[in-house]
């Protein structure tokens, strides 16, 4: 009931397009969902994060939709650059101050 | 920027050996938490640690695994008996008080010979 499923495990988009990698809980008692991006040999990066009283929250080209009825988020990366290459991470947390638990990553591509 | 850092950034050890991992938190965090990484798999949850105490820790956290804050700003992971599956990177994070935001440091490459 803890996991996280993230899908797909890696994706390829051509530069301007939109990313989009899916995430899905079981736990209804996880109230916060943050994306974190990882470039090769470095820590996750924080991205962008929500709660489960919006549907959506928007910064710059990332944009996270929520469903809480389905339990799925996903993070949409519109105008998809070469540099935002890197493996990307959902996760999900039932408090400030417990533990993320996290997707199994994506491998995005961004081809110039 | 205030930013989590880790030292060693790769720390290679022969099976048995004792590691320590060292981390220095967001100087006003008050929540501080270990997860490790093994290549090219998920981010795994170890522990983590609030007030001087462990406020929670996964199954892989057994009794070969110890954390502790010697003073006002480190944090460190010590492997007792390393094995050949504790190879993996080993991330430390913070969060400051009342939030969800957890910033993660650059990492210690853990191989185990």
């Known amino acids: 009931q803890q996991q996280v499923k993230q899908s797909p495990q890696s994706l390829i988009v051509q530069k301007g397009g939109i990313s989009i990698i899916n995430c899905a809980y079981e736990n209804t008692a996880f109230d916060y969902f943050p994306w974190y991006q990882q470039f090769p040999g470095k820590g996750p990066a924080l991205l962008i994060a929500?709660?489960?009283?919006?549907s959506e929250k928007k910064e710059g080209r990332f944009t996270i939709s929520f469903n809480k009825s389905a339990k799925q988020f996903s993070l949409h990366i519109m105008d998809s650059q070469p540099g935002d290459s890197a493996t990307y991470f959902c996760?999900?947390?039932?408090?400030?101050?417990?533990?993320?638990?996290f997707g199994g990553g994506t491998r995005l591509m961004v081809k110039p | 920027e205030p930013e989590v850092t880790q030292t060693p950034s790769h720390q290679v050890t022969q099976m048995g050996q004792e590691v320590i991992l060292r981390c220095v938190p967001i100087?006003?965090?008050?929540?501080f938490y270990w997860y490790r990484q093994i290549l090219g798999q998920k981010v795994e949850f170890l522990v983590s640690?609030?007030?001087?105490?462990?406020?929670?820790k996964s199954e892989i956290f057994d009794d070969q695994f110890s954390v502790e804050r010697p003073d006002g700003s480190n944090f460190t992971l010590k492997i007792r008996s390393t094995k050949l599956e504790d190879s993996a990177m080993y991330f430390c994070?913070?969060?400051?008080?009342?939030?969800?935001?957890?910033?993660f440091g650059p990492g210690t490459r853990l191989t185990v010979t």
């Open positions: 996760a999900a947390s039932n408090n400030a101050g417990n533990m993320l638990t």
């Open positions: 994070a913070s969060s400051g008080e009342n939030t969800y935001e957890q910033y």
């Open positions: 100087s006003n965090h008050l929540y």
């Open positions: 640690f609030y007030n001087n105490e462990i406020s929670e």
């Open positions: 929500i709660r489960p009283d919006v």
